[in-house]
């Protein structure tokens, strides 16, 4: 819930914002505190046995292609990867010197991408560069082609407009 209105319009309010931090920080504490070996649910087995893997792939692999073929032509976007026909993305991995900025306009355009690999001050060098630049946009099986040519051209058009 916190998380739906942070993502929506959360970003505008300081209080949503802090709840949702608050809430995902205890979390992603709790999170890495506690490696038990729980055995499966049974929703997430049925889930599991009706899912499509192949078609879940293929997909992945077409939302990856398209982004990949739009944001390849931006000259200061540097795409991480260029996709290994043999894996399926779980996301397409973007650095951009404007990280925070494009991450911001993008979740005021309903686009919720993540930004991994926060490191502190205390880390330099190229993992410190990596974790400041780097962004990874969705491009899993719950979308489309039309989905990810809006990201597409939402992405375009912060670089056109805002650099």
């Given at each position: 819930q916190?998380?739906?209105?942070?993502?929506?319009?959360?970003?505008k309010?300081k209080?949503?914002k802090?709840?949702f931090?608050?809430y995902?920080?205890?979390?992603?504490k709790d999170?890495f505190?506690?490696?038990t070996?729980?055995?499966?649910?049974?929703?997430?087995?049925?889930y599991?046995?009706?899912?499509?893997?192949?078609?879940?792939?293929?997909?992945?692999?077409?939302n990856?292609?398209?982004?990949?073929?739009?944001?390849?032509?931006?000259?200061?976007?540097?795409?991480?990867?260029e996709?290994?026909?043999?894996?399926v993305?779980?996301?397409?991995v973007?650095?951009?010197?404007?990280?925070?900025?494009?991450?911001?306009?993008l979740?005021?355009?309903?686009?919720?991408?993540?930004?991994?690999?926060?490191?502190?001050?205390?880390?330099?060098?190229y993992?410190?560069?990596?974790?400041?630049?780097?962004?990874?946009i969705?491009?899993?099986?719950r979308?489309?082609?039309k989905?990810?040519?809006?990201?597409?051209?939402?992405?375009?058009?912060?670089?056109?407009?805002?650099?």
């Amino acid at each position: 819930q916190w998380k739906r209105q942070y993502v929506t319009n959360g970003y505008k309010n300081k209080e949503n914002k802090r709840i949702f931090l608050d809430y995902y920080s205890k979390a992603m504490k709790d999170l890495f505190e506690d490696y038990t070996i729980r055995p499966i649910t049974e929703i997430s087995k049925r889930y599991l046995e009706q899912c499509d893997f192949i078609q879940i792939a293929k997909q992945r692999a077409k939302n990856y292609d398209i982004l990949y073929s739009r944001l390849s032509t931006i000259p200061c976007l540097n795409l991480l990867v260029e996709r290994n026909k043999n894996y399926v993305p779980l996301g397409m991995v973007i650095l951009s010197d404007n990280r925070d900025k494009l991450l911001m306009y993008l979740i005021q355009n309903g686009i919720y991408c993540n930004v991994h690999w926060r490191l502190g001050e205390e880390v330099s060098g190229y993992c410190r560069e990596l974790s400041r630049r780097a962004i990874t946009i969705p491009c899993d099986q719950r979308y489309n082609a039309k989905e990810m040519n809006y990201i597409a051209d939402k992405i375009e058009e912060w670089f056109n407009v805002y650099l």
